[in-house]
T-cell receptor
Framework: KAGVTQTPRYLIKTRGQQVTLSCSPI?????VSWYQQTPGQGLQFLFEYFSETQRNKGNFPGRFSGRQFSNSRSEMNVSTLELGDSALYLC???????????FGSGTQLSVL | GQQVMQIPQYQHVQEGEDFTTYCNSS?????IQWYKQRPGGHPVFLIQLVKSGEVKKQKRLTFQFGEAKKNSSLHITATQTTDVGTYFCAGPVQGAQKLVFGQGTRLTINP
């Protein structure tokens, strides 16, 4: 069974640009969560989607948004990038009534 | 909001020494999960504890869930270089489908 796949693996953007990150969950998993990881702040919850519906959102500005498609694949978008958005963005899926998360390898975003 | 605190933030040990990380939640948890993230890697699920006072072992790793279900610990006996990484605890937020993670304990080992 394939794991959680995130693309791209690395991304370099400049301030003011926007970026879209992609996540393909484990087959059969319908819940996809996104986390931002920085050295100083640890793992911060962004949002969680289930069956194309956002069920929860973390304390991030509206520049951070996401969506989930009917095949459970998810994307997150960050608009008007700021230097502080530089981080590792992790996607995780879960399913089958199990709460444990399976993480992808992440997208390392650098904002210059 | 619900907070999960983890200490210590960093721990450096000699290979063969024991290691313990502690996790405390501001609220009672229905369960607690532990993850390990190797340097340059992503968090990987280790274990989930559900019952009050539960103790689970995985080889040299011992996980405990407190009686009040607000704290937990991970103890590694006789560390090996393969144990290097950051260990996170995480608890579900009541009424919400999300996990709150502790800040993690970064373990480094002197071989």
């Amino acid at each position: 069974k394939a794991g959680v796949t995130q693309t791209p693996r690395y991304l370099i953007k400049t301030r003011g640009q926007q970026v879209t990150l992609s996540c393909s969950p484990i087959s059969g998993h319908r819940s996809v969560s996104w986390y931002q990881q920085t050295p100083g702040q640890g793992l911060q919850f962004l949002f969680e989607y289930f069956s194309e519906t956002q069920r929860n959102k973390g304390n991030f500005p509206g520049r951070f948004s996401g969506r989930q498609f009917s095949n459970s694949r998810s994307e997150m978008n960050v608009s008007t990038l700021e230097l502080g958005d530089s981080a590792l963005y992790l996607c995780a899926s879960s399913g089958g009534g199990d709460e444990k998360l399976f993480f992808g390898s992440g997208t390392q975003l650098s904002v210059l | 909001g619900q907070q999960v605190m983890q200490i210590p933030q960093y721990q450096h040990v000699q290979e063969g020494e024991d290691f313990t990380t502690y996790c405390n939640s501001s609220t009672t948890l229905s369960n607690i999960q532990w993850y390990k993230q190797r340097p340059g890697g992503h968090p990987v699920f280790l274990i989930q504890l559900v019952k009050s006072g539960e103790v689970k072992k995985q080889k040299r790793l011992t996980f405990q869930f407190g009686e009040a279900k607000k704290n937990s610990s991970l103890h590694i006996t006789a560390t090996q270089t393969t144990d290097v990484g950051t260990y996170f605890c995480a608890g579900p937020v009541q009424g919400a489908q999300k996990l709150v993670f502790g800040q993690g304990t970064r373990l480094t080992i002197n071989p």
